[in-house]
């Protein structure tokens, strides 16, 4: 009983044709396997735990893993797209020895990490915004590669970087260190008074396109613990450090002299 494999199309195909003219018995429900998962596939996740301890079948239909696989299909599709349920991730996770309920867990506590390690961070792609210009991204190609220096940047910097604290902080080269924060969609950002770094898939977004628009959160008015006036003095000394590094021009933009 419910393991089926029929697709949650199919169950609620099932639901859609059978006509109801009256109400029907839980235990007649429960009997049919197909109509009672199809009934379980309209809930959320915490009203399937609830129904899993009315009794032993409840518990049992409430852990079909055709259930979950369909849960894991539709709530990963609202995350970044390496989490999404292709054809070839879906036979990459039947092939260990875990059930799509377990998936289902294992991935929520993931999501719910807000520390990056070295191989994931050097494995993703950022795009770069200057937080004073907040509309245009400056790039789509921002990398940590592995030998330990950044890629990518708009004004062609490769200074060196490195994992601080566990994963929550990165130290940017002679920059101010950088804070990790993990979003809904379980993309990273990476980001300090300066500057906002995303992740995101190569190609997904353009130069020029609004990082704001797609990630407003992280680029709400920071809340310092310095004061204003030191926090212009900052700017000022990041300016001649940039202009130092790329030995610019006295009269080139702000934003391409900040970090």
């Known amino acids: 009983m419910f393991g089926n494999p029929a697709t949650i199309q199919h169950r609620e195909n099932v639901c859609a044709s059978t006509e109801v003219e009256q109400e029907i018995p839980l235990n007649a429900v429960l009997q049919q396997d197909d109509l009672f998962i199809c009934v379980l596939s309209f809930l959320d996740v915490g009203s399937i735990a609830q129904t899993s301890q009315a009794c032993s079948q409840c518990s049992t239909g409430a852990s079909a893993d055709v259930l979950w696989l369909d849960l894991c299909r539709r ?7 390496q989490y999404h349920l292709t054809d070839d991730r879906q036979a990459h996770l039947s092939s260990r020895s875990c059930n799509w309920k377990d998936h289902y867990k294992e991935h929520e506590e993931d999501g719910k990490r807000a520390r990056i390690t070295a191989e994931e961070l050097s494995s993703l792609t950022f795009d770069f915004t200057f937080r004073i210009a907040p509309n245009i991204r400056r790039s789509c190609e921002f990398q940590f590669r592995e030998d330990g220096h950044v890629y990518g940047h708009p004004q062609g ?13 990165i130290a940017l080269g002679p920059f101010p260190v ?8 379980w993309g990273w950002v990476v980001c300090n008074v300066n500057i906002v770094c995303c992740s995101m898939e190569p190609g997904q977004f353009t130069v020029g396109s609004s990082a704001a628009v797609s990630h407003p959160r992280y680029f709400a008015p920071l809340q310092p ?3 204003n006036d030191n926090i212009e003095h900052h700017f000022a000394e990041w300016d001649d450090i940039s202009a130092e590094i790329l030995h610019a021009d006295s009269d080139a933009n702000s934003a391409d002299r900040i970090l």
């Open 157 to 169: 910097f490769a200074y060196a970087w490195k994992i601080l604290s566990d994963g929550g902080r």
């Open 178 to 185: 950088a804070d990790v924060h993990r979003r809904d969609d």
């Open 75 to 81: 709530h990963w599709a609202s995350k970044t797209a």
């Open 225 to 227: 613990t310095d004061s």
